[in-house]
């Protein structure tokens, strides 16, 4: 039987771009279940993650099918990503007791860096080059949402974004991006984060 993940990230475009990155893993027996985000596009915090994956396990649990694995998807932003993962800290002590492993991942900047490493899929998305970035090292662009909303010629959605990243090939991401393979390992089996250990990971 697939190992249900549930991945709690920051706002709907991770929500619909997510499923299509993540598309490979079904062949690694693990279903990804949901992408949950914070309501009313509040920022996710380390408060709205515990609140968000509590309810999340015990209504799947209720339903006798509880999540064998989450994992915590932040942005850094402009952040150091150990600073950004160190104001997640928190969120160990407080869902020791859910009977499941809760792991962190760290965007560098956000999500839209990764659509850049596979600059080739991006590219045939958009019609157009994807402009002066270094696609072998997405994680140092910066503000790489901004940027691709300046290459787009309609307003940024969460549906572009999946159509974005259907498009894309997480083994050219994988290669070039260490936080998306930091994300994918978490996904499938990876270290904890929190220091905790699982039979079930």
Known sequence: MAKRLIVIASGSTERSALPCLLRHLDVQRVSLVDVRIPARNRRLTPRQANRILRAAWFEMRGRGEPPDKFV??????????DAARAYFGDLANWTRDIEAPVLLAVAKWHL??????????????????????????????????????????????????????QRLSPDIIRSRSPSFAQFEQAALNGALANGRTSHRA
């Open 72 to 81: 915590v998807l932040i942005d850094a932003d402009s952040q150091p990503v």
């Open 112 to 165: 839209e860096a990764w659509f850049f490493a596979d600059d080739n899929g991006l590219r045939t998305f958009l019609g157009r080059s994807v402009g002066h970035v270094n696609p072998s090292i997405p994680d140092e662009i910066q503000n790489p949402k901004h940027h691709l909303k300046q290459l787009l010629s309609e307003p940024y959605t969460a549906r572009m974004a999946g159509a974005i990243a």
